[in-house]
């Protein structure tokens, strides 16, 4: 099972990030990858939070979390 989320985790970067830019360096590879981490980490919505960004779903009120408790 661990091989699938790795095989996963390699073929989305190089979807999303690998295969969008050419390197002129390996510098610039390291500082691009780590500004598309960046966006996915902070800027980006994500399905697993309700459709938020990260920084959104830590600040929800706590009646939001406890009207998400009481739909299940």
């Known amino acids: 099972m661990q091989r699938g989320f790795v095989e996963?985790?390699?073929g989305r970067l190089r979807d999303e990030c690998l295969n969008e830019r050419q390197f002129c360096s390996p510098r610039h590879a390291r500082h691009s990858i780590a500004a598309?981490?960046?966006?996915?980490d902070h800027r980006r919505?994500?399905?697993?939070?309700?459709?938020?960004?990260?920084p959104e779903f830590l600040n929800r009120s706590a009646k939001d979390l406890t009207l998400n408790r009481t739909n299940f």
């Not at 598309?36 to 996915?40: A, K, L, M, N, T």
């Not at 919505?45 to 990260?54: A, C, K, N, Q, R």
């Open 8 to 10: 996963s985790f390699n």
């Open 36 to 40: 598309g981490r960046d966006d996915h």
């Open 45 to 54: 919505l994500h399905t697993s939070l309700d459709g938020l960004i990260p």
